[in-house]
């Protein structure tokens, strides 16, 4: 297991590089183990910066292999299998990420909680800078409260109530979360306890047959 799977507040990490892969221009090392983020399911890569011999070099970009593998693209210039590194993440963008992630999920469970029945997926879900949204057809959603959807989420991020994370049992890459009795497939990263996420404000438009709720926290 990954160290960001393992501990997702880990926020340095001493480790080694283990594989250097040349993609055109572009220079990707694989990690002994890493606290990078690889994007996907809408989260976005981690940002972060990678010290080798007293020296700080960027982490650009974190991504999956074709075995879904993290691979991290980096400035460093001639890196070596072997070498020494020193991981350091951009907590704060980190840390609002999980924050936002998570909501996306309780707020999808609070909208099937109202309307009665599960709903699809959403058409997209992704999280930007400040802010993380759903968008969903307007047949899907129409007649739901946003605003009691906002109350109920506030009430929830209110409460120290766990959020777990786990594998699948045959296949590692294949993960889920798990929060009161719900359980969503995801291989996203999130905080441990709603209460870590605090007050947040909903607000919804409808455009071309699409409802986009966003969510922010506040
Ligand atoms: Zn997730």
Known sequence: MVKYYEDNYCRELDTAIREVLHEGDNTYIRLADTIFYAQGGGQKSDRGIIIMDGKEYRMLKSVKDENGDPVH????????????????????????????????????????????????????????ETFAYNKYPNAVVSGVDMGQVERNMNELFAQDIEVTTYENENDAHYRYWKCREDVIPCGGIHVHHLNEIGNIRLSSHAKKGKMTVKVELV
Not at 89 to 101: I, N
Not at 102 to 107: A, D, E, G, N, P
Request: hydrophobic content about 45%; charged content about 20%; some cysteine.
């Open 73 to 128: 693209l980096t400035d460093i210039p001639d890196p070596l299998p072997g070498q020494q590194v020193h991981l350091v993440l951009d907590w704060d963008f980190r840390y609002l990420q999980m924050k936002l992630h998570t909501c996306l999920h309780i707020m999808h469970l609070l909208i099937e909680e109202q309307i009665g029945h599960e709903i699809e997926n959403p058409l997209v879900a992704d999280i930007e």
